[in-house]
């Protein structure tokens, strides 16, 4: 059963509730503040970032989970970060390395063998 988000439009706070099938639930209250206006939030997990949203969401400070480095699609974006932080163009033969990892990380290992 999928889990959503809500947020509550008077106080902010966002409520979680498992939903059941595809309608939206009618009868949902903050759990903070008893509210009844509640506005779905796209969760991070579920919400489908474009590779560029996720570059420009990319902050090296902040500490990174394992889902993260789990991510095939966040390899690189350190590296695509620091160009762009430089004014760098990444070239394209960058980009092509980059795309390959993404879509084959395993390849990075079958490389290094050679
Ligand atoms: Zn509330």
């Given at each position: 059963m999928p889990i959503y988000e809500y947020k509550c439009t008077s106080c902010g706070g966002v409520s979680s509730f498992f939903v059941q099938g595809f309608r939206e639930p009618e009868d949902l209250c903050c759990q903070a503040c008893g509210g009844k206006d509640l506005k779905r939030v796209i969760s991070r997990v579920n919400y489908h970032q474009s590779q560029s949203d996720r570059l420009s969401s990319y902050d090296p400070r902040t500490r990174k989970s394992g889902d993260f480095y789990r991510d095939?699609?966040?390899?690189g974006l350190h590296a695509e970060h620091m160009l762009q932080k430089a004014g760098v163009k990444p070239t394209d033969e960058f980009k092509s390395k980059i795309e390959n990892l993404r879509s084959d990380p395993s390849r990075v290992i079958k490389d290094s063998d050679k």
């Amino acid at each position: 059963m999928p889990i959503y988000e809500y947020k509550c439009t008077s106080c902010g706070g966002v409520s979680s509730f498992f939903v059941q099938g595809f309608r939206e639930p009618e009868d949902l209250c903050c759990q903070a503040c008893g509210g009844k206006d509640l506005k779905r939030v796209i969760s991070r997990v579920n919400y489908h970032q474009s590779q560029s949203d996720r570059l420009s969401s990319y902050d090296p400070r902040t500490r990174k989970s394992g889902d993260f480095y789990r991510d095939s699609r966040n390899i690189g974006l350190h590296a695509e970060h620091m160009l762009q932080k430089a004014g760098v163009k990444p070239t394209d033969e960058f980009k092509s390395k980059i795309e390959n990892l993404r879509s084959d990380p395993s390849r990075v290992i079958k490389d290094s063998d050679k």
